[in-house]
Nanobody
Framework: QVQLVESGGGLVQPGGSLRLSCAAS????????MGWYRQAPGKQRELVAS???????NYADSVKGRFTISRDNDKNTVYLVMKALKPEDTAVYYC???????????WGQGTQVTVSS
């Protein structure tokens, strides 16, 4: 089994910063993709950023230049540094671990990020 534990959400003013962390434990395959998705009220869940175990990263256009994803493969942890936050970044942020069809896809429980003055 795999567990994903997220932390770092909260309330921040527009223009502020937050760092999210997601630690995976259990049966972790060394080749995987870890990423962050978000879901705002009334909207579909969308990709924010992802990073493969090989070092490739991908960002949604809406966060490019403001968010940075990184990972520590030894700790099976992925981070998301969010800067210049906007009210439209408000959402529940979910961590995802994709290990393929055989090893499975897992989601964290979600952490709320609220950007408001």
């Amino acid at each position: 089994q795999v567990q994903l534990v997220e932390s770092g959400g909260g309330l921040v003013q527009p223009g502020g910063s937050l760092r999210l962390s997601c630690a995976a434990s259990g049966s972790i395959f060394r080749f995987n993709t870890m990423g962050w998705y978000r879901q705002a009220p009334g909207k579909q869940r969308e990709l924010v950023a992802s990073a493969t175990s090989g070092g490739s990263v991908n960002y949604a256009d809406s966060v490019k230049g403001r968010f940075t994803i990184s990972r520590d493969n030894d700790k099976n942890t992925v981070y998301l540094v969010m800067k210049a936050l906007k009210p439209e970044d408000t959402a529940v942020y979910y961590c995802k671990l994709d290990q393929g069809v055989f090893w499975g896809v897992y989601w964290g429980q979600g952490t709320q990020v609220t950007v408001s003055s």
